[in-house]
């Protein structure tokens, strides 16, 4: 039988009131001034927990920093450790989250599942009470089971940031993405969002469509059976599902494009070549969207699978704004766990 940890290692106060349920968020103080007005100090598990005006608070946060020099934001942060723990692979998340924290004068641990005691099966609590132990202010954790992170917050008294887990959420996605939409259309109320492919297995789609609708916008998921049950559409009030991609263009004002998730599909029937012949966006497909609509995707994007290169390359992408704008939204989270409000 498992003991318990010693009791340096257990959560030294209790935070604000939380259900078992993933979808409850634990609220962190702490007692350090912060620039982040009007932002609780607290962990960032899943968007489907905030409300709209705490993302309004993060994005707000987010515009403020990007105004600012290099320069001035580099002791914000200065000698808090943040641990980015990292059991799947990631290229964006991981060093967007090791950017935004060494901007802000962190210090950072990258611990990923290889190459760490992991491998010789540390579990994730004992390996959270370590990094604790090290002196971690902050866990930002990608795992590949939903709930992770859930379970790291309930056991451990720093905050955690979901980096994305399992099939459930991948929160700092979507706001960098609200994030990117708001440049170039200036408000989300009322926007005209189409999310197509795999929708199933889509961390991102989750955190989207919890978001979008919070906010205004009207959502419509476009996909094949296999990758979108007919239960999607109860996600969030309010959404619609399209199977026919062609239909569904005509009225996106943001077409959002997602990687067919091959090592989640687990025997799942579904033809490669049906699908491109139905979902791929091509040239072709995108005349029939309106002509300021805007295509984005969170990546890795799949040449020749959902998009063809003419149009991941074309004016009408933001996929590079997404990428750029995912430091300035990972510094407004961990400024948001860091620091109290004032
Ligand atoms: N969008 C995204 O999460 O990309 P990575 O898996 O490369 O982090």
Redesign the pocket.
């Known amino acids: 039988m498992k003991k318990a940890p010693p009791a340096s290692r257990r959560k030294r106060s209790k935070p604000s009131s939380r259900s078992s349920t993933i979808s409850k968020q634990k609220r962190f103080e702490t007692t350090e001034p912060t620039l982040a007005s009007g932002v609780a100090s607290k962990s960032l598990l899943d968007i489907e927990s905030l409300s709209a005006s705490e993302i309004e608070s993060i994005l707000d946060l987010t515009r403020r920093l990007d105004a600012r020099s290099r320069e001035s934001l580099s002791g914000e942060l200065k000698y808090k450790r943040i641990a980015l723990l990292f059991y799947e692979?990631?290229?964006?998340?991981?060093v967007s989250f090791e950017f935004a924290a060494k901007a802000l004068g962190a210090t950072t641990s990258v611990i990923t599942a290889t190459a760490s005691s992991i491998e010789k099966g540390e579990s994730l609590i004992d390996t959270g009470y370590t990094l604790q132990a090290h002196g971690s202010d902050c866990i930002v954790i990608?795992h590949p089971s939903s709930g992770a992170p859930h379970i790291l917050a309930r056991h451990l008294n720093v905050p955690i940031v979901n980096?994305?887990d399992g099939m459930h959420e991948?929160p700092t996605?979507a706001l960098l993405d609200a994030y990117t939409m708001l440049e170039r259309k200036q408000k989300l109320e009322g926007l005209k969002v189409l999310i197509v492919g795999d929708i199933l297995h889509s961390r991102?789609a989750r955190s989207n469509t919890h978001l979008l609708t919070k906010m205004g916008a009207q959502v419509t998921l476009c996909g094949p059976e296999p990758l979108l049950p007919e239960l999607a559409s109860t996600l969030a009030p309010g959404v619609q599902e399209i199977r026919d991609l062609d239909r569904a263009l005509q009225d996106a004002d943001v077409i959002m494009l997602l990687r067919v998730q091959k090592e989640r599909l687990e025997g799942l029937q579904l033809n490669i070549d049906d699908y491109i012949r139905n979902y791929q966006l091509t040239v072709e497909r995108l005349r029939l969207a309106k002509p300021d609509a805007i295509v984005m995707h969170?990546?890795?994007m799949i040449r020749g699978m959902e998009i063809v290169s003419e149009v991941a390359d074309s004016p009408r992408a933001l996929i590079q704004n997404q990428v750029r704008n995912g430091v300035s939204i990972r510094m407004a989270v961990l400024l948001r766990a860091l620091k109290r409000q004032q």
């Open positions: 692979a990631s290229t964006r998340t991981r990608r980096a994305g991948h996605q991102v969170p990546g890795p």
